[in-house]
């Protein structure tokens, strides 16, 4: 079992962070009425380059430290930074009415012109935001009054407040923490609106986060989170055991899972709760359809790879249950993802017959197919840090032999697999869908040129017509055609089985038992740790 802890802690580590007290003895603290104030959580990566307009930083610290315009709930899009808002008859105007006696962290008032400041300097940086259709889009932010602003776009399009929703790049920052009127060289400071404040960091070794006392939405009653970066495995396990770590939450971007029975005996020790958010996104494979040189590009061997993959054994036994089945690209709990489409269970004969009908046979004595003198191998590339996407490779590599199909795994770092999946230098590659609150506009968006899943939609036989079909559907004003549009897309995209799922995923809590009002934000990356406190 001990070792089963390790690896449960190793794997956390991957994905996730721990809040931990620095320089004190135990990770809970207790402020003047006797209740504990503060969280401690261990992270395998320091925080980073914690400004909000480019991509380096931890999500889950910029997430406490900067806001947003609006923000995307289970409930839709509501009021954070702006009060209230008016759309245009033509949706090309979106006018913000802003929440007054806001500050930044260094006394800066919250307004129109910091509005106009930070979203002119997202825009003055386009090839790094190019990602974000929103992005090209924006044709001026105008300032009205001290708290009116008004964004202009170029054109209708109904994901904008999805998007301003996000956590990166339009949320704000100071504008005494830009440099020579600009973020995108670098900053200053960080200096955000949000419930906690940067304190202290040393970097690759923990970051400090204090509550803001003057938060707009009331001081936080968890006073103090640390982001402590510690190495895998015992050193990791010997603080949780000292109370040096009591917090872990997996922010679940691919990269592991959690032991059940590890977790479930830390919970029977009586010192620890484990909460559990709804399907948050899809564990995908992604598979390269321009690969020219690849089977690959074949709709029948991706199919039938599809049908070869037990994806109820993995869940169950390499995932302890803890990740449920996937048979569609999203989840049934995303918006416009209620879809008739044709459901592919493992059925390793019927990939055994795609394959033959495609002409890949067996030659005797042979285990794996031919076709022209070609063999039928594909390589697929995994998280080398993530134990779990490397027994699921595992897996699979020895049921798509089964059927005649040989692969051969590949360890990588995940920034060297995102170079090959907007590249196009892969085969096969473990990936996720963008998550629930994202999806499915983001995900989509991200099958177009220059895009991150070009390559594995490029080469499909219609995909001029997905293409047509995605920009279509992120101007559309009448819901009906929205629903018809995303329907068809998700049809294409499935029929050619170029993202074969495997598991949806969650984001997994482990905290003190005595911690309340833990919930989940409709995204994988982030919690609202203002909202919780001590009983």
């Avoid at 872990?248 to 909460?275: C, E, H, K, P």
């Avoid at 036989?461 to 101007?475: R, W």
Wanted: aromatic content about 10%.
């Amino acid at each position: 079992m001990k070792k089963r802890l390790l690896l449960l802690l190793s794997t956390l580590l991957v994905g996730a962070l721990l809040l931990a007290g620095c320089g004190e003895d135990k990770a809970e603290s207790a402020g003047e009425s006797g209740k504990n104030t503060e969280l401690v959580y261990a992270t395998s990566k320091d925080i980073n380059d914690m400004n909000p307009h480019l991509y380096a930083g931890s999500i889950p610290a910029q997430g406490i430290v900067y806001e947003s315009l609006v923000e995307n709930t289970k409930d839709g899009i509501k009021p954070s930074l702006a009060e209230s808002w008016d759309i245009s008859a033509d949706g090309k105007t979106y006018t913000f009415h802003l929440r007054k006696g806001v500050a930044f962290h260094d006394g800066t008032p919250f307004n129109a012109d910091a509005v106009k400041k930070n979203i002119d300097a997202v825009q003055s940086n386009p090839s790094k935001h190019a990602w974000i259709k929103l992005s090209t889009k924006i044709v001026s932010v105008d300032v009205v009054d001290d708290y009116t602003v008004q964004l202009v776009l170029s054109g209708t399009y109904y994901p904008t407040l999805t998007e301003l929703a996000m956590t990166r790049p339009y949320a704000f920052i100071s504008p005494k923490d830009f440099i020579n009127g600009e973020t995108k060289d670098g900053v200053n400071g960080y200096h955000g609106t949000g419930p906690y404040k940067l304190g202290e960091h040393k970097t690759d070794q923990y970051a400090v986060f204090e509550s803001n006392e003057s938060y707009w939405g009331g001081a936080p009653k968890v006073k103090k989170i640390t982001a402590k970066v510690l190495p895998a495995g015992e050193t990791t396990f010997l603080a949780l055991q000292k109370g040096e770590v009591n917090f872990i939450f997996t922010d679940d971007r691919g990269a592991d899972s959690i032991d059940v029975q590890a977790m479930n005996q830390l919970v029977d020790n009586g010192n620890y709760q484990i909460v559990r958010s709804e399907p948050m996104n899809t564990k995908i494979i992604a598979a390269n359809s321009s690969n020219a040189d690849s089977p690959v590009k074949e709709t029948a061997v991706r199919e039938a790879l599809w049908y070869a993959i037990d994806r109820e054994t993995i869940s169950k036994q390499i995932l302890n249950g803890t990740e449920t089945p996937a048979d569609t690209l999203f989840s049934a709990n995303v918006n416009y993802a209620n879809v008739n489409l044709i459901k592919r269970d493992y059925d390793s004969e019927m990939a055994k017959q795609m394959l033959e009908k495609a002409d890949w046979t067996l030659e005797n004595g042979g285990d794996i197919r031919t076709k022209a003198g070609g063999k039928l191998n594909m390589k697929l590339y995994y998280d080398a840090n993530s134990s779990s996407q490397k027994t699921q490779a595992e897996f699979i590599q020895s049921s798509a032999k089964k059927v005649g199909i040989g692969l051969e795994l590949i360890g990588e770092e995940s920034s060297s697999i995102a170079n090959r999946r907007t590249s196009g230098d892969y085969d096969l590659l473990f990936n996720q869908t963008w998550g629930l609150a994202y999806d499915p506009q983001s995900t989509i968006a991200a099958f177009t040129a220059e895009s991150p899943y070009y390559y594995t939609t490029k080469g499909i036989a219609n995909a001029a017509e997905l293409y047509e079909k995605i920009d279509a559907v992120v101007v559309s004003t009448d819901e009906t055609t929205r629903e018809s549009l995303y329907s068809d897309i998700q049809k294409i995209v499935h029929d050619e089985a170029v993202f074969i799922p495997l598991t949806n995923g969650n984001v997994t809590i482990v905290a003190p038992k005595n911690l309340q009002g833990i919930s989940f934000k409709q995204t994988q990356y982030e919690l609202p740790f203002e909202q919780m406190y001590f009983e």
